[in-house]
């Protein structure tokens, strides 16, 4: 969480989620992987999202359905909602950037995208062997690799059964904040969930480092009384 002090303004910037690309050339097991990554973190309480890069238009857009129809007859944007979920679709000229679609997953803790070799974003590459030979080679960014074919001394390597150990991997690297809150309320300790942590936390630190002689401060303690 980043705090902006203009003046008297004070402007809470939400933090973006963290995001994971796996990639791999076609059929190396990127789908299945994540499947496996899918079911580990929610085991342990996680909240994960998945985006998957698709070539073609992405949607599937039915003849003759009120989605189809509203869309044609110009609607920007639909939204089927059930009691199971939604579904939004958005039209648009070209591909929106990864970044720009990562909003919708406001809340959560963590979005594998299965593919975005080209982004900017950490990438754990599936190899399965390849005439061309492994992508981290030429890609920027790969920061481990599951393989049963080879291994690299240079990078964190991983078996394809090994599912259990690349998340604790993610959760090392990404998801495990060294900051801690906590809160007392009359004497009694509260519990705090991950969003409400990282908000107090950031707005403390946001507000206390820029203060003189606590540059480097490394605990705060805030006694408040109505």
Not at 108 to 128: C, H, M, N, Q, T
Not at 200 to 222: S, T
Request: charged residues 25%.
């Amino acid at each position: 969480m980043s705090l902006t002090l203009r003046g008297a303004e004070i402007r809470i910037v939400k933090p973006m989620v963290p995001v994971v690309c796996i990639i791999g050339w076609s059929g190396s097991g990127k789908t299945s992987l994540i499947e496996g990554l899918l079911e580990v973190f929610r085991g342990r309480g996680r909240k994960v999202g998945v985006i998957k890069h698709h070539p073609h238009r992405a949607g599937s857009l039915p003849p003759g359905k009120d989605t189809t129809r509203y869309l044609e007859a110009g609607a920007g944007a639909a939204l089927l909602l059930g009691p199971a979920g939604y579904e939004l679709i958005v039209v648009r000229e070209g591909e929106p950037p990864l970044d720009e679609v990562l909003a919708l997953f406001w809340g959560y803790d963590l979005v594998l995208a299965e593919g975005f070799k080209g982004s900017d974003y950490p990438k754990i590459e599936v190899f399965r062997g390849s005439e061309e030979g492994p992508l981290y080679k030429v890609v920027k960014g790969v920061i481990a690799l599951v393989s049963d074919q080879i291994s690299d001394p240079s990078l964190p390597c991983f078996r394809t059964h090994q599912v259990e150990a690349l998340a604790d991997f993610i959760e090392d690297r990404f998801l495990r904040s060294s900051a801690k809150v906590s809160l007392l309320a009359d004497g009694k300790v509260v519990g705090l969930n991950r969003f409400v942590s990282t908000l107090i936390g950031g707005v403390i630190e946001a507000m206390v480092r820029p203060l003189k002689g606590c540059e480097g401060v490394r605990e705060v303690i805030i006694r408040w009384k109505a």
